[in-house]
């Protein structure tokens, strides 16, 4: 399943959007033979984001999808906001 024409390019990523609620779609696990639709809820984007690029790093790019509102990012753009000084900020409770 290629996505990628699908997702948003992580430049599109507002430091607004961490407070969102967010959704995780993760086509499989690391390690795992069966395939299937994996769906996970957060409250906010920056849950979302801390439990992808912990759980997930070792997937595929693609294997994975995050949506914000109405905007969708790949394991890779999900991996690049886990480092950003703005998900600290969030993580952190400060201020965007």
């Known amino acids: ?3 990628s024409r699908a997702n948003n390019p ?3 990523m507002e430091a607004a959007d961490y407070s969102l ?3 995780l779609f993760v086509t499989r696990k690391a390690g795992s033979k069966r395939g299937g639709l994996h769906y996970h809820r957060f ?3 920056t849950e979302a984001i801390s ?3 912990e759980e997930y ?3 595929r790019p693609d294997d ?3 949506a914000i509102d109405n905007k969708r990012f790949n394991l890779a753009s999900v991996k ?3 480092g950003s000084p703005e998900h600290e900020k969030a993580r952190d409770g400060e201020p965007a």
């Open 1 to 3: 399943m290629n996505t």
């Open 10 to 12: 992580p430049e599109q």
């Open 21 to 23: 609620p967010a959704e």
């Open 43 to 45: 409250a906010t984007a």
């Open 51 to 53: 439990f992808a690029a």
């Open 57 to 59: 790093k070792s997937l």
């Open 64 to 66: 994975l999808v995050m």
């Open 80 to 82: 690049l906001f886990y």
